[in-house]
């Protein structure tokens, strides 16, 4: 049973736009929520994070926002450039653990 | 930012062979993970460290093993490779700490023939 989902497996948008990248849970004692990118050939990298505790994460032009109660996730990026063309994948963590979970991820595709 | 290297990169190779994907981190990290990750779908992890001597299994069920003898190395061998092994092989590095960023290299894009 998959816990975390990506359920866009594409998005589109043009330069300067927003862009809204989805994400939902289901294990409620999940704590701690990460947007990785990761280019073609390439490992995924370290975009940014949230706690549970938090409802809203910001980095420049990047902001993620947490709704716990709907268990969903959601990554914003404005505006939009086409270097941001990438896939996307939404993580979560348990305390005790440390592990990361993955959803499928999200090709974000912006267009000039 | 980590340094994270795995070698090699691409590898095609025949079945029953013995393959070593290597992992080295300069970074001084405790924690180390292998994924697996298949085209389209989400990364599983397969085992990962929290030190040296130190190596569990992760969610996914995997026939590779691993060990963990130096701190900075982190290799994954499978003894007899199978085409079922056809896959992305991602090791990733973090610092102490349950909400650590991981660190991930560049992948191995292993094919078994």
């Known amino acids: 049973d998959q816990q975390v989902k990506q359920n866009s497996p594409s998005l589109s948008v043009q330069e300067g736009r927003i862009s809204i990248l989805n994400c939902d849970y289901t294990n409620s004692m999940f704590d701690y929520f990460l947007w990785y990118k990761k280019y073609p050939a390439e490992g995924p990298t370290f975009l940014i994070s949230?706690?549970?505790?938090?409802d809203k994460n910001e980095d420049g032009r990047f902001t993620v926002f947490l709704n716990k109660s709907a268990k969903h996730l959601s990554l914003h990026i404005v505006p939009s450039q086409p270097g941001d063309s990438a896939v996307y994948f939404c993580?979560?963590?348990?305390?005790?653990?440390?592990?990361?979970?993955f959803g499928q991820g999200t090709e974000l595709s912006v267009k000039p | 930012e980590a340094d994270i290297y795995q070698t090699p990169r691409y590898l095609v190779i025949g079945t029953g062979k013995k393959i070593t994907l290597e992992c080295s981190q300069t970074m001084g990290h405790d924690k180390m993970y292998w994924y697996q990750q298949d085209p389209g779908m989400e990364l599983h992890l397969i085992h990962y460290s929290y030190g040296v001597n130190s190596t569990e299994k992760g969610d996914l069920s995997s026939e590779s093993t691993v060990s963990r003898i130096r701190t900075e190395h982190f290799p994954l061998t499978l003894e007899s490779a199978r085409p079922s092994h056809t896959s992305q092989y991602l090791c990733?590095?973090?610092?102490?700490?349950?909400?650590?960023?991981?660190?991930f290299g560049d992948g191995t894009r292993l094919s078994i023939l």
């Open positions: 993580a979560a963590t348990l305390y005790q653990g440390g592990k990361l979970i």
């Open positions: 990733a590095s973090s610092e102490p700490g349950s909400h650590q960023p991981q660190h």
């Open positions: 949230i706690s549970s505790i938090k």
